[in-house]
């Protein structure tokens, strides 16, 4: 009991410490976005700009009205990013053990902080990005952690998730994912069949028609067609499903792409316990392994990617007719079928594997959908973030259901993690 708690008072103080430095250390740029948001109110009421924007920009209307209002407050970017980073941790620990966890939440803190560099300063250290795609992931997430609950939804708690809506909803990729995964919840777990789960769907779908059917989507597509793909409304379906394809595969191969080698490490773990001897198990562990060596090399700086094969650089005419770029989609395809393949075999044993399998398939949707958009490459490696995140989360969920009952590996683990990320 005493050793009990004082690793939550080290997790406690680990967590606020990496709050703190978090908060301390984020400032806001003087170019680009952040410069142009923090200038969109000086000549015109938050009202005409929202209206005005709606209109000719986007439908992200409870994002953007908050990014501009709060924007020059710096406390209000300063202080909202760690509390949604602690937020996100607590609700993701929610979602996978019906509770709050500390030491659950402390893992998850420090997977999160594992997530590529590239990705993390686009999407949740970027003031601009924090608004966009670290808030309503979090937002996304919170609703989830009361969506998913055994127990009675309160009043209060069904307030603060359809609230989270608001916010979740008005992002593309959440609002997608949001979407789905309430759908294939109704249709799966029978405990969320209850009066607030329709009525979160019907909020979650107003809301989604509010971002999606806004007339400055339309203005907004053919003015980024023309500035960064010309001709992109004519290409062919194969052609966007590739470009989509292109950068769910930059997402795996990245060297630095720790949260998906882990979960391939922990792929690993599950075909060896669970799958009988086959050729389809041989065939996984080889692709896993393979996949893991690359990376490993890669980020040793063993081999150098400068190629088509295995490099996570953004498909350019070079690469589009390079053989070797699509023996490296091939590849990558079968370490996702793999990964597959683990959380089936698994969830065939234990039935509590299965919503995080069904819920890594829906999580490609939120990649291959940026194909549809000339800004596929235009937007960065933010539109990674929540890949990435549901990747932590997924490997949180395995974790939590082999180790669970393991107090000194969970023990080991969380120190080894803590100590390899502050040497980082």
């Known amino acids: 009991m005493l050793a009990n708690k004082n690793m939550n008072a080290i997790c406690a103080f680990f967590c606020l410490m990496v709050l703190y430095s978090i908060g301390v250390n984020i400032k806001l740029q003087d170019f680009a976005d952040d410069l142009i948001f923090s200038h969109a109110l000086d000549y015109m009421s938050l009202h005409d700009y929202m209206s005005q924007r709606y209109v000719e920009w986007s439908g992200r209307l409870t994002l953007d009205a908050l990014m501009v209002g709060t924007i020059n ?6 202080i909202g990013i760690p509390v949604c980073v602690a937020v996100l941790c607590l609700s993701i620990t929610r979602i996978i053990k019906g509770s709050f966890d500390l030491k659950t939440a402390t893992l998850a803190m420090i997977i999160f902080l594992l997530i590529p560099a590239s990705v993390l300063d686009n999407g949740a250290w970027w003031v601009t990005g924090f608004y966009n795609y670290l808030l309503p992931v979090t937002a996304m997430a919170c609703s989830f952690s009361v969506l998913a609950k055994q127990e009675k939804v309160g009043m209060i708690e069904g307030f603060a998730a359809i609230l989270c809506l608001s916010i979740s909803c008005f992002n593309e990729q959440t609002s997608i994912f949001t979407m789905v995964v309430a759908v294939t919840l109704l ?6 069949r209850r009066w607030f789960s329709y009525l979160y769907l019907a909020f979650a779908a107003a809301f989604s028609s509010l971002l999606f059917f806004a007339p400055g989507n339309y203005l907004r597509f053919n003015k980024e067609t023309w500035r960064w793909m010309p001709g992109f409304e004519n290409e062919s379906l194969v052609t966007k499903l590739t470009l989509g394809y292109d950068r769910i595969h930059q997402a795996i191969v990245m060297h630095d792409g720790l949260p998906f080698a882990i979960l391939c490490i922990l792929s690993l773990s599950l075909v060896a316990k669970h799958a009988e001897k086959s050729k389809s198990k041989y ?16 980020k040793l700086g063993v081999i150098h990617f400068n190629g088509s094969f295995y490099n996570e650089d953004f498909l350019n005419p070079q690469k589009w007719i390079s053989y070797s770029r699509y023996v490296s989609y091939l590849f990558t395809m079968m370490v996702i079928l793999s990964v597959t393949y683990a959380m089936a075999v698994a969830a065939g044993k234990k039935s509590n594997f299965a919503f995080p399998a069904l819920i890594f398939v829906i999580s490609f949707s939120t990649i291959v959908m940026i194909g549809f958009s000339p800004t596929v490459y235009a937007s960065g490696m933010r539109v990674l973030f929540l890949w990435n995140v549901i990747i932590a989360s997924i490997c949180l969920w395995i974790y939590s259901i082999h180790h669970e009952q393991k107090p000194l590996s969970n023990h080991l683990i969380l120190s080894a993690m803590a100590a390899y990320l502050i040497m980082k």
């Open 187 to 192: 249709a799966f777990a029978g405990h969320t």
């Open 283 to 298: 065939l996984a562990i080889f692709f896993l392994s393979a996949h893991l060596i690359l990376i490993a090399f890669s």
């Open 73 to 78: 407050h710096h406390n209000a970017w300063k």
